[in-house]
């Protein structure tokens, strides 16, 4: 089945650098891969996603890259504010749409 | 949009004891999961449903776990008997596609 590593585990930075947390994965036919945001208490909140058909997609301060040769997916987060202190989770699917989650990262912007 | 439904919120029982968690999807969601997040852990997947059939279960724990849904809207989790380690948020989502959308999950302490 599908294996999703993520890193780091932790991540502390300044109000206004840059942060990245990077995913690998191990099935080569997943293509769907998802990244969830977790406030402490609240229920995962899809903030971005990309298909195996490009290789970035943008959302503002948010981007994602995909690099299937290597199985590997990262999430960018530029000009970080407070308010992205959370929990985040990278996921992929399979040929069943099921999801499996990598093991998270806590960000902590620090003002 | 009215998001994914899951009832109690929190739950405490003794171990031993059984229990019952609901969830109702997204309204047309033919896919609904439900996801067993430990504590400073990432969702891991218990069962899979397309419509009222199973897609996959093959992480649920059978001896103790079982899950319906037989109008293929609604479903229930049910846990007998409950164990320590069953302690966990217990997270229903549903899907349309690929695209994932969670409930606020139900704490579930086992004392």
């Known amino acids: 089945g599908e294996n999703v590593e993520q890193h780091p585990s932790t991540l502390s930075v300044q109000e206004g650098d840059s942060a990245v947390i990077k995913c690998t994965y191990s099935d080569s036919a997943s293509n769907y891969f998802p990244w969830y945001k977790q406030e402490l208490g609240k229920r995962p909140q899809l903030i971005i996603d990309?298909?195996?058909?490009?290789g970035e997609k943008k959302d503002q301060r948010i981007a994602v890259t995909l690099n299937k040769t290597a199985k590997h997916f990262s999430l960018h987060i530029t000009e970080t504010q407070p308010e992205d202190s959370a929990v985040y989770f990278c996921a992929a699917n399979n040929a069943g749409n099921m999801l499996t989650f990598g093991g998270g990262t806590r960000l902590m912007v620090k003002p | 949009e009215a998001g994914v439904a899951q009832s109690p919120r929190y739950k405490i029982i003794e171990k031993r004891q059984s229990v019952a968690f609901w969830c109702n999807p997204i309204s047309g969601h033919a896919t609904l999961y439900w996801y067993q997040q430990i504590l400073g852990q990432g969702p891991k997947l218990l069962i899979q449903?397309?419509?009222?059939?199973?897609?996959?279960d093959s992480q649920l724990p059978k001896d103790r776990f079982s899950a319906e849904r037989l109008k293929g809207v609604d479903s229930t989790l049910k846990i007998q008997p409950a164990k320590l380690e069953d302690s966990a948020v217990y997270l229903c989502a549903s899907s349309l596609e690929d695209l994932a959308f969670f409930g606020q999950g139900t704490r579930l302490t086992v004392v």
């Open positions: 449903f397309q419509n009222n059939g199973v897609v996959d």
């Open positions: 990309i298909r195996s058909n490009v």
